[in-house]
């Protein structure tokens, strides 16, 4: 089964005469223990994209499956489930609450699943951020925040892993060790997929696909 599924997926953005046509099919699939990465120039649909995998957004046409269930034209309820369950998102800016502390922000997302998530500890080790698990996200610098988005987006253990530019904030050394965490999990049988300008994620990267307009190119 593949961790996500991709079938012609379309979004069309309307205001009066003008259409954006952000996504013109895109078609692709993620398989298990892969890492990949989304290359294309701003205004090529990669946060567009993205919304649509996750079930964020409706796609204008097309469908998204994942692990086997299908993620579109569903309610919101069946859509916030699947992806509490199954995926783990990575926004560009910080997506944790304020008013809760880091390892706060992470159990909420344990209790939001149904399955059984990761440890706690080992992921705010893995992450170099155990130190800062009762901080509240306004204490956390650039580069720990951007860690801490990370950390509550693989709290549920996701199968899948959606990162929007998670590397941006980061040195090279802490970049290099994230990257590494990226493949240990693939090495688990997850996949990864990761739109990034940065070198090392494209040079690591177990496939990348370059998006332009709207479409993946060959
Ligand atoms: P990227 O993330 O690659 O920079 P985006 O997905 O943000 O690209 O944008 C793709 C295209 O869709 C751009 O032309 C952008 O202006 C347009 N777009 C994105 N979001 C909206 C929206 N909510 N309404 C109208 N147009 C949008
Ligand atoms: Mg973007």
């Keep these: 089964m593949k961790p996500l599924t991709a079938d012609r997926v379309y979004r069309f953005y309307r205001a009066g005469d003008e259409e954006t046509l952000a996504l013109q099919g895109v078609s692709f699939e993620l398989n298990p223990g892969e890492v990949v990465a989304v290359v294309g120039p701003s205004g090529s649909g990669k946060s567009t994209l993205f919304s649509c995998l996750t079930g964020l957004d409706e796609p204008s046409g097309g469908t998204v499956w994942i692990d086997g269930k299908r993620l579109t034209h569903q309610p919101e309820a069946v859509r916030a489930r699947l992806r509490a369950d199954h995926i783990g998102i990575v926004s560009q800016g910080n997506n944790l609450f304020t008013h809760l502390t880091l390892s706060a922000n ?92 940065s070198a090392a994620v494209r040079r690591t990267a177990d496939r990348v696909l370059t998006l332009e307009d709207g479409m993946l190119q060959l």
């Excluded at 130190?131 to 693989?154: I, M, N, Q, W």
């Excluded at 929007?164 to 060790?177: N, V, Y």
């Design 106 to 197: 992470m159990r909420l997302a344990q209790k939001l699943s149904s399955r059984p998530g990761a440890n706690i500890d080992e992921l705010l080790e893995s992450l170099g951020i155990q130190k800062r698990s009762h901080a509240y996200p306004t204490e956390l610098s650039g580069g720990e925040g951007a860690r801490a988005g990370l950390a509550v987006a693989l709290a549920n253990d996701p199968s899948v892993l959606i990162a929007d530019e998670p590397t941006g904030e980061l040195d090279e050394a802490t970049e290099s060790r994230i990257l590494e965490l990226f493949h240990e999990r693939a090495e688990q049988g997850k996949a990864v997929l990761i739109a990034s300008h």
